[in-house]
């Protein structure tokens, strides 16, 4: 199997073929999420909640991902690797620049960043320098507190436009990717046809381009943990890991996940 590229992602979008993408930090689990046919694997600064222990993404550093974004290159040769810029890492243009380096270099295909049209510069500016940007929209885990917490984002009428218009102007800035984080289906679907490039959802609905889970969240690894849009997938891999890999692989090819339930309105 040949190495999986942002063309790669591009065409399944062309084909109307869900893609798939889980989260991953270490070389064991890459190695596995390669063995189910994950074309993706985001390595998340949601390592802050689920390796670290703490409540929100803001404490996770540059050393902290790429640590263990090296991790996941080194046990992985085909799935596409995306890493996220932290924390205050792309404040400023320059910072994004020397800190998106420093991702491409642990071995990370494209960075991700989270915000809207304030990034345009930014997101452009990658771009030009060969750097493929992924941008996040809807609940962005980094602004958790100016949010007010962990909400379903773009459900009034004037900040479902608000994401619908940030969506267009990162995509014309040359974003390749979107995650799009709970948000209304409606909502999620109406980027997804507007936009040409793929939308990845979580908590977004059935229409978008693909679908991410944090890997905990897909292996049902905290029993305090279980908001909506999560699914564990362990039982239907027969309680090993491979096989909840393979299965969520298989239930988001099929569309059999996510379904509305695991929707917001
Ligand atoms: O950090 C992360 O794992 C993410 C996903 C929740 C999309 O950004």
Redesign the pocket.
């Known amino acids: 199997m040949n190495k999986i590229t942002l063309s790669s992602l591009q065409a399944l979008k062309q084909k109307g073929e869900p893609i798939t993408v889980a ?1 991953a930090y270490d070389s064991t689990f890459a190695l596995l999420q390669e063995l189910a046919g994950i074309e993706a694997i ?1 390595v ?3 390592l802050g909640n689920v390796l670290q222990g703490h409540g929100t ?1 803001v404490p996770v550093t540059m050393e902290h991902m790429c640590y263990h974004i090296a991790n996941v290159a080194r046990g992985c040769q085909v799935p596409f690797i995306i890493g ?1 810029l932290p924390y205050m890492s792309y404040a400023t243009k320059q910072q994004a620049y020397e800190n998106a380096a420093k991702l491409m270099q642990a071995g990370a295909n494209m960075v ?1 960043l989270e915000g809207g049209q304030w990034l345009c510069d930014t997101i452009a500016g990658l771009t030009e320098r060969g750097i493929p940007v992924c941008a ?1 929209l809807g609940l962005t ?1 980094q602004s958790v507190d100016a949010l007010g917490g962990f909400k379903v984002q773009g459900r009034d009428e004037s900040a479902a436009q608000q994401l619908i218009d940030d969506a267009k102007a990162i995509a014309a800035s040359g974003a390749k990717l979107l ?1 799009l ?1 709970c948000v209304p289906q409606a909502l999620a679907a109406k980027v997804t046809q507007q936009l040409s490039i793929p939308t990845i959802g ?1 908590g977004a609905g059935v229409e978008c381009d693909g679908q ?1 889970l ?1 890997m905990h969240d897909l292996l049902g690894l905290n029993p305090n943990f279980s908001p909506k849009f999560v699914k564990n997938f362990m039982p239907e891999g027969d309680g090993s890991v491979l096989g909840a890999f393979k299965a969520y692989v298989e239930q988001v090819k099929s569309r059999q996940f996510p379904t509305t339930q695991h929707s917001f309105n």
């Open positions: 989260t985001l998340g600064d949601s993404t996220d991700k996040h885990p995650v984080e979580i991410v944090v």
